[in-house]
């Protein structure tokens, strides 16, 4: 019985020492070359190897991200568990991007930036958070962890999640019916949506227009969720006032595209959120550990689901 780790060294020679430490009965291998794939029963990766079913004793694919789109999941032998990360690190950083890009939108930014560089001093009208009301598409991991940083700032806070759900002090709204009465009341818009067949190309036209005028756009899902010309045909339009970009399709962006200079565009590229190897590697033991005593690994991906 062996774990396979297929990501980069620098952040293996982490997990290692942690899988000597906490499972010190489970060998652990970079290069897998030096076992028999029969001995493989987990492996920890982004993307699902081209040759996995040689590994026929394969149990686990942990997933190195909290996404698990990468993986064609209808390629993974059935009987092999999906489980993507959930750790404590991945959330923090979230949870420091989101709020960073809240308030850059929410306290204009971009716009004294460009400002800056034009030698033009203007203050501009800048609304109370009270007045500033927050929405985020998906109440996942993720989203409730932003929502416990955000509270504080008295901003009004609502999500839209697929299946029911509560959340104190956010206003939940779900399934296809939920979607307008959701984003007809929400001024800065964020998506943490995991990308799947349902939520691919969601952020467009129809679903911009559905924003109250001057709505702001922060994206940390997947690129695909986005449809980059009906962004920037709103915002050039003045419907939307602005957006925080962080993932796009392709990644990275060729030189020539308008995300780069766009003045009221603020791009990162993909890095809202990266793994702890430190927490990512006690996150997998824990469910190595749940794992061996017969428990549900915690972030099972549901494959019917996508996510
Ligand atoms: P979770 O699986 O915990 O939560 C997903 C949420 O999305 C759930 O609330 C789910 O609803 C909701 N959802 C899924 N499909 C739909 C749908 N069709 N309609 C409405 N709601 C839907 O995911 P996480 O919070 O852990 O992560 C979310 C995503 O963030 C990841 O999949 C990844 O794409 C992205 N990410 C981006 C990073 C970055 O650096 N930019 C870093 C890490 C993640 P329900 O509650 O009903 O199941
Ligand atoms: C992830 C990511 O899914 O970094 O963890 O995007």
Known sequence: MVFWFN???????????AFARELPDLPFVMDVSERHPDEIRYVLTWTAPADLHRFRN??????????????KTETLPSNVMLVR????????????????AVLALHRNLKAYIVQQAAA????????????????????????????DRLKPFGFPLAAWSRSERRVDGVDC???????????????ILICLLPL?????????GAL?????????????????????????AAVDEGHLSGAVIDVTEPE???????????PKIILTPHIASVTQPETAATAVIDNIQRHRAGLKPIGLVDRSRGY
């Open 252 to 262: 990275p962006l060729p030189p020539e595209h308008a995300f780069w200079r766009h």
């Open 85 to 100: 990360m959930v750790e404590d690190g991945i959330a923090r950083m979230m949870q420091e991007y989101v709020t960073l």
């Open 196 to 204: 799947t067949r349902e939520t691919q190309g969601l952020l467009g």
């Open 173 to 187: 709204y779900h399934g296809s019916d939920g979607l307008t009465p959701f984003l007809a009341q929400t001024d």
């Open 120 to 147: 033009t001093w203007r203050s501009l009208p800048v609304r109370q958070a009270a007045q500033q009301r927050i929405g985020i598409l998906g109440l996942g991991m993720l989203a409730q962890a932003v929502i």
């Open 58 to 71: 394969l149990e686990i694919v942990f997933s190195i991200g909290a996404g698990v789109d990468q993986f």
């Open 208 to 232: 911009f227009a559905a924003l109250p005028a001057g709505a702001a756009l922060v994206h940390v899902g997947r690129g695909a969720q986005l449809d980059h010309d009906a962004l920037i």
């Open 7 to 17: 990501s980069d060294r620098e952040r293996g020679r982490v997990f290692a020492e």
